[in-house]
């Protein structure tokens, strides 16, 4: 008997199906503290009912097409497939925020993107809110930052995985089987983790702490458990620990892999890890400079705050050791340099969001390339090279306007979201900061997005929070492909 091959939007609603269990059981894992933690016992239902529910969703979808065999996915459908899949999730993990009563529906998808987006902007008061609450977000950012697609599309084995993984805006397949790029890059990921834990542990953190803050470090997320941020610990050792692992999380997991394999060369010649070293070698002492200039700190306290704040910033992090952005003693050229990291971004294929810097030095040798065309013979023809892990790549005009074009719509999107702020009556540059910290996915926050704010301040955040993490393209061509689809039917 020849079972029916399923194809198009059915495929599609069957994948959804088998993503919105996973999601279901990603929701239900704030449980595990209840042995540890009897108190939360009483807050089980937040996450048992939207769990439990998205389980029995998706399995009522398994079900229906169970007798029916996976097609192909029609092309661009891989893009209607992962927009749908962070919907769904932003969604049904919105819920226990809801489930709360401390929250509006709005506050609850804000809350719920901005952990998935590794973003770190919140509305919650974690000095208030439960331990199980708190431990969900944490999560959230560990699924988020490491790609929801990679996680969900692994745990069922899919031949198509790779192309959705892809389609998310990841480039960091290891090896070109996607469960052992999973195994690959959790290993190396959770590692870092139980790392970071152990050393905020000696440094004197708690562990609910710890765990919290090592997580979110690495998925360069920036929630805390604390309403100061690191700040609260006043530590120079907890503050290291911290830039360590947000470097980590803001570099691509192929630099991890070639350091795991001890090909050091590979690193250190890799265009992301130059500019980095040079933004590092640049940054800092002009950061460092200006901080003990302008507020006449020590140089030691200026190079701490200086270190901790540009990493924080560059590797899209978020966390805190000042309690303010726009107090009387912040300097300008710190206020805005964070606020160009931030654009700037980590590097390509880490739980970062940003231009990323591949594509900034990309652009810078372009444009010098560019320069050194014209000064050359016009019948010389030069093939232009650029360093990836030891590999030198060839780089042709159409990646040159690709790269070019992805930029100009981030910078287009940057600069309207900044009005739309405005148009609250913020000022321009406490709105180009907060809203270049949303698209971004960075965190770090003048105080316009918050339990305070209105709703389309929010709800202007989220939009940016969900386009920058998946890297605007990726929704373009689902809603065009949805439209078009329509279009046609009718």
Do not use: C
Not at 173 to 191: D, E, F, Q, T, W
Not at 241 to 251: A, E, N, R, Y
Request: glycine share 10%.
């Amino acid at each position: 008997m020849n079972r029916k091959i399923l194809s198009g939007y059915p495929l599609i609603i069957n994948y959804l199906g088998i993503f919105s269990i996973l999601i279901g059981l990603i929701n239900l894992i704030p449980l595990i503290l209840i042995p540890f933690h009897m108190e939360s016992m009483s807050d089980a239902y937040l996450f048992l009912y939207p769990g439990l529910g998205s389980i029995l969703l998706g399995s009522i979808i398994v079900l229906f097409f169970r007798k029916s065999e996976k097609g192909k996915l029609e092309k661009h459908q891989d893009a209607i497939l992962v927009v749908s899949i962070w919907i769904i999730a932003i969604l049904i993990s919105s819920i226990p925020f809801i489930l709360t009563g401390n929250y509006t529906l709005t506050q609850a998808i804000f809350e719920s993107t901005s952990g998935y987006s590794t973003t770190g902007l919140t509305v919650v008061n974690v000095e208030q809110a439960p331990k199980s609450l708190l431990l969900f977000r944490s999560l959230l950012q560990f699924f988020g930052g490491i790609g929801l697609v990679l996680v969900l599309t692994s745990a069922i084995s899919d031949k198509f995985g790779m192309r959705l993984y892809s389609a998310e805006g990841h480039s960091d397949k290891l090896v070109p089987n996607l469960i052992r790029s999973a195994r690959l890059i959790l290993s190396i990921y959770i590692g870092y983790i139980i790392v970071g834990v152990i050393f905020f542990r000696i440094f004197g953190m708690e562990f609910f702490d710890a765990v919290n803050h090592a997580i979110s470090a690495v998925a360069t997320g920036g929630f805390s458990t604390k309403a100061l941020s690191i700040g609260h610990y006043n530590s120079l050792a907890i503050e290291i620990t911290t830039m360590v692992l947000m470097l980590l999380g803001g570099t691509n997991f192929f630099v991890h892999l070639m350091l795991l394999r001890g090909k050091i060369k590979n690193v250190i010649s890799h265009v992301e890890i130059k500019l980095l070293f040079v933004m590092l070698l640049i940054g800092i002492p002009l950061f460092t400079f200006n901080l003990a200039t302008s507020n006449q700190d020590s140089f030691g306290m200026a190079l701490r705050v200086g270190s901790f704040q540009f990493i924080s910033a560059v590797t899209g992090t978020g966390y805190q050791t000042v309690t303010s952005f726009t107090g009387v003693g912040t300097p300008s050229l710190f206020f805005f340099g964070l606020i160009i990291l931030m654009v700037l971004g980590a590097g390509m294929g880490s739980t970062a969001g940003g231009m990323k810097q591949y594509r900034v030095a990309l652009a810078f040798k372009s444009m010098y390339w560019n320069i050194k065309d014209q000064l050359t013979h016009k019948k010389t023809i030069r093939t232009h090279f650029i360093n990836k892990l030891g590999t030198k790549t060839i780089i042709d005009k159409d990646d040159v306007i690709q790269n070019h074009s992805f930029l100009m719509v981030y910078l287009i999107v940057l600069i309207i979201g900044t009005l739309a702020f405005t148009a609250y009556g913020f000022q321009l540059e406490h709105a180009l900061f907060e809203f270049a910290s949303a698209l971004g996915t960075v965190g770090l926050s003048v105080g316009i997005t918050g339990a305070h704010a209105a709703s389309g301040i929010l709800w202007i955040s989220t939009l940016g929070m969900f386009l920058g993490r998946l890297e605007f393209y990726v929704i373009f061509v689902a809603i065009v492909k949805v439209t078009t689809d329509l279009t046609k039917k009718n």
